[in-house]
């Protein structure tokens, strides 16, 4: 019997620091998805960076150059080959470097999707197991263990986000290295339009919003987790006084 109970009380564990984990994985990559594909935010940057002027190109042809990428990161399209007029004549918008990098990008891409499902799964499988052994105490649990897995979460992303406010190039220099085995994603800004429709500048603002999405998410949480906690304690202890002034 205190056998089984160890082990229970262990899986009990396992499960909520499981949950809490996926549930920052559904945070993160639900950002990323938002911001990446938010067409709004890639047309007040052309126009603050002024992108168009900078490259001869219409906004319209802008427009059909960027939608071709998102379109193609989203399975829409096979391939980013499009014809865009820049400085008056016609030309292929993205050259065969550029084609064989968005593979990558979109590897990447469906690979975060994924593990965003499966975090989905686990998180719903955790907190079923959760509620059947422990009934009520199961939200207990949970928020005292996201609220434990978010501080940790909190400290590597904190020096994450330090790191990039202090350096954004050397940490998106670091960042490809880690997501990419090959050194494709090293494009000229003579040769490759890519590079010129997002430039650091770019990158940076668009990092910076999906910090900031991310991070009103998870705080919110935390900030949940800590009023439930709240609430049952005082639940908790009004239950108590009663119990002693009966006794």
């Known amino acids: 019997g205190l056998f089984m109970n160890v ?11 499981a949950a809490a984990i996926s549930l920052v994985i559904i945070l993160l990559v639900t950002s990323v ?27 319209k042809n802008l ?23 820049v ?3 016609k030309v292929e918008a993205f050259n065969s470097k550029e084609a064989a990098h968005m593979v ?3 590897s990447l891409y469906h690979f975060a999707q994924i593990l965003r499902n499966m975090a989905f799964v686990i998180l719903v499988v955790s907190c079923i197991y959760l509620l059947v052994r422990l009934k009520k105490g199961a939200w207990t649990v949970l928020s005292i263990n996201y ?15 330090g790191w ?3 350096d954004f190039d050397a940490f998106w220099t670091a960042f490809h290295h880690v997501a990419f085995r090959n050194d494709l994603w090293l494009l000229n800004p003579s040769t490759d339009l890519m590079i010129n429709l997002f430039p650091a500048a770019f990158f940076s603002k668009l990092v910076f919003r999906i910090v900031m ?32 002034h009966d006794a």
């Open 164 to 166: 990039a406010y202090v």
């Open 104 to 106: 990558d990008v979109r």
């Open 7 to 17: 082990v229970l009380n262990k899986l009990n564990t396992i499960a909520s620091y």
């Open 33 to 59: 998805s938002i911001n990446c594909f938010d067409s709004d935010f890639y047309k007040s940057e052309y126009k603050t960076l002024q992108t168009a002027q900078d490259l001869g190109m219409t906004q």
């Open 63 to 85: 427009n059909l150059a960027t939608n071709t990428l998102l379109d193609y990161l989203q399975d829409k399209r096979d391939n980013i080959n499009v014809e865009i007029t």
């Open 213 to 244: 999405m991310f991070a009103i998410g998870f705080i919110g949480c935390f900030v949940g987790a800590y009023i439930y906690l709240r609430y049952q304690l005082k639940h908790y202890q009004a239950e108590t006084q009663e119990l002693s």
């Open 87 to 89: 400085q008056g004549s």
């Open 147 to 161: 609220m434990k897995a978010a501080i940790l979460f909190a400290i590597f992303f904190i020096m994450l986000a």
